[in-house]
């Protein structure tokens, strides 16, 4: 499909396990971001890339949280040593560089569980 | 803190009802955009809005930006049980390409 698409749908963990998830953009996109949704919370943006670096990650909430994007496309997100408190939904979202009024393109989500 | 304020939190009203819902911050946003999500979806974009005192109507849905770009509104006339969703808005601080959402208007339209 032409959309952001994201993998898994739905991951369920065991505290203290690492898992990644995976976005990939619209093709053609330069800028592709990481936000996390929480019950009754907003958007929480994690960390935005400009081509494969990462302008600002100043959203990670601590060093367990990493990203990297590899060819100006696919990104993953990785959780190391989950917490109960990781428990979100994790979009993604692309745009061109300098998107400005042409806004983002998120993809579904993957909806993370934390046992 | 958040940064955005949205209200109400939550809205039910019967279809062909009139609404409005806010945005509003004590920081200036160079644009400001609203999104509409629906369950299991990402957000999807309705509307940027840019100049102080702009106005923007997409079909029954209009749109504004305060004067000093630090608050706006949708208006929504004669709703339709189709509207039903969560609204966001989000601001750009700036030159940053980083978003701040508000923590959203979940809409029911009931018919």
């Known amino acids: 499909g032409a959309g952001v698409s994201q993998s898994p749908s739905n991951k369920v963990t065991e505290k203290g396990k690492d898992v990644e998830l995976r976005c990939d953009p619209i093709?053609?996109?330069?800028?592709l971001y990481w936000y996390r949704q929480s019950l009754g919370q907003g958007l929480e943006f994690l960390i935005y890339?400009?081509?494969?670096?990462?302008?600002?990650k100043s959203g990670l909430p601590s060093d367990r949280f990493s990203a990297e994007r590899t060819g100006g496309s696919v990104s993953t997100l990785t959780i190391q040593r989950t917490q109960q408190e990781d428990s979100a939904v994790y979009l993604c979202?692309?745009?061109?560089?300098?998107?400005?009024?042409?806004?983002?393109?998120f993809g579904p989500g993957t909806r993370l569980t934390v046992l | 803190t958040q940064l955005l304020e949205q209200s109400p939190q939550f809205l039910s009203i019967q279809e062909g009802e009139n609404l409005t819902v806010y945005c509003n911050s004590s920081?200036?946003?160079?644009?400001l955009q609203w999104y509409r999500q629906e369950p299991g979806e990402g957000p999807v974009l309705l509307v940027t809005?840019?100049?102080?005192?702009e106005v923007k109507k997409l079909k029954r849905l209009t749109f504004q930006f305060g004067d000093a770009r630090k608050d706006s509104s949708l208006h929504i006339t004669a709703a339709q049980t189709g509207d039903t969703g969560l609204y966001l808005c989000?601001?750009?601080?700036?030159?940053?390409?980083?978003?701040?959402f508000g923590k959203g208007t979940k809409l029911t339209v009931n018919p």
């Open positions: 809005v840019v100049t102080g005192g």
């Open positions: 890339f400009q081509g494969n670096s990462a302008p600002d």
């Open positions: 979202a692309s745009s061109f560089y300098l998107a400005g009024g042409r806004g983002q393109f």
């Open positions: 093709s053609g996109h330069t800028a």
């Open positions: 920081s200036v946003f160079s644009s």
């Open positions: 989000a601001g750009r601080q700036g030159g940053s390409e980083k978003l701040v």
